[in-house]
């Protein structure tokens, strides 16, 4: 049940743009982004809640395809304080308030 | 500063002993929420409140861990008889009551079991 994330690790240069995925196998209600660094706790980025949406934060933004039970982060122009591990947390219809977290996505943006 | 709080940051105990992890939300959130995270995984769903009801415990949640949350405050997780397994970062994250709101993460609790 848990999301499947990919890939699971990313190296960009400063200025390169970057896609990440997580996919589920569950109808989904929402997916939770979050960002954490070596650490420290997950920070939220976005969340997605309906088919198709698409939110942005800075030059990060991502979109939820409802049909697909996917959504995608896109990191453009990416900075130095890009880098971390991302997470999607999932929330399935009737199925609680809890959050299913995939196994991150590592990112390494490099000067 | 995500306005979560979580005391202590760190605690190194000894097989068998207990230990006990505090939480605070953000005040004017009701649902509160407890998470375990090893390294290089995302963070696993324990147990959730809303207010002071505890409303879904996970099967990871074994009979040594025990949650309260007395008047729909902070909330407490308990682990009796450490083991060197539950040895993990602790996350408690907190969220209003809607459904459009996300959960906030306080900056957890790393427990080491020796």
């Known amino acids: 049940q848990q999301p499947v994330q990919s890939p699971q690790a990313v190296i960009l240069r400063e200025g390169e743009d970057a896609v990440i995925n997580c996919s589920s196998s569950?109808?989904?209600?929402?997916v939770h982004w979050y960002r954490q660094k070596h650490g420290e706790a997950p920070i939220f980025l976005m969340i997605?809640?309906?088919?198709?949406e698409q939110k942005g934060h800075d030059k990060i933004s991502a979109s939820f395809n409802e049909k697909k039970q996917q959504s995608s982060l896109y990191l453009t122009a990416s900075q130095l304080s890009y880098s971390g591990t991302y997470f999607c947390g999932t929330e399935i219809k009737a199925a609680g308030n809890k959050l299913t977290f995939g196994g991150g996505t590592r990112v390494l943006v490099k000067p | 500063d995500t306005g979560v709080s979580q005391d202590p940051r760190h605690k190194i105990t000894k097989r068998g002993q207990n230990v006990t992890f505090r939480c605070d939300p953000i005040s004017e959130h009701n649902r509160l929420y407890w998470y375990r995270q090893t390294l290089g995984q995302g963070p696993e769903f324990l147990t959730y409140f809303q207010n002071e009801a505890q409303l879904e415990k996970s099967r990871l949640l074994s009979d040594r861990f025990s949650a309260e949350r007395p008047k729909g405050s902070f909330s407490t997780l308990e682990i009796q008889r450490t083991e060197q397994g539950d040895s993990a970062m602790y996350l408690c994250?907190?969220?209003?009551?809607?459904?459009?709101?996300?959960?906030?993460f306080g900056p957890g609790t790393r427990l080491t079991v020796l």
């Open positions: 997605l809640l309906k088919g198709g």
């Open positions: 569950k109808a989904l209600y929402s």
């Open positions: 994250a907190s969220r209003r009551g809607l459904s459009t709101d996300t959960q906030y």
